[in-house]
């Protein structure tokens, strides 16, 4: 069973930084094939950030420059370090994985159906 959970979300000012971590447990893939999605209060669920198969990475443009990606594969853990926080960046944060190899191979799991979820971690920044 796979079970990817979130951590190190909280309430910060505006310009402060917070660093999310997602641990991807029983998952048989490489750690990849995770990325972050984030939900604010009213609007749809947004892709901010992922890893392709070949270990690059994307950024939503509305966090680039400011959030960057990284990861442990050891320890199947993928970070998000936040800096320069926006009120705008408030939202629940969610892990994401790829529940497919041929999803992850070909880079088309973060905009399908076929991807495993984490619960969420809540980031709220104050102006």
């Known amino acids: 069973q796979v079970l990817l959970v979130e951590s190190g979300g909280g309430s910060v000012e505006a310009g402060g930084s917070l660093r999310l971590s997602c641990v991807a447990s029983?998952?048989?893939?490489?750690?990849?094939?995770l990325g972050w999605f984030r939900q604010a209060p009213g609007k749809e669920r947004e892709g901010v950030a992922r890893?392709?198969?070949?270990?690059?990475?994307y950024y939503a443009d509305s966090v680039k420059g400011r959030f960057t990606l990284s990861k442990d594969n050891a320890k199947k853990t993928v970070y998000l370090q936040m800096n320069s926080l926006k009120p705008e960046d408030t939202a629940m944060y969610y892990c994401?994985?790829?529940?497919?190899?041929?999803?992850?191979?070909?880079?088309?799991?973060?905009?399908?159906?076929?991807?495993?979820w984490g619960q969420g971690t809540q980031v709220t920044v104050s102006s």
């Open positions: 029983g998952y048989s893939y490489s750690s990849n094939c």
């Open positions: 994401a994985a790829a529940s497919t190899l041929t999803g992850c191979v070909r880079n088309s799991w973060y905009l399908s159906v076929d991807k495993y």
């Open positions: 890893f392709y198969s070949s270990g690059s990475t």
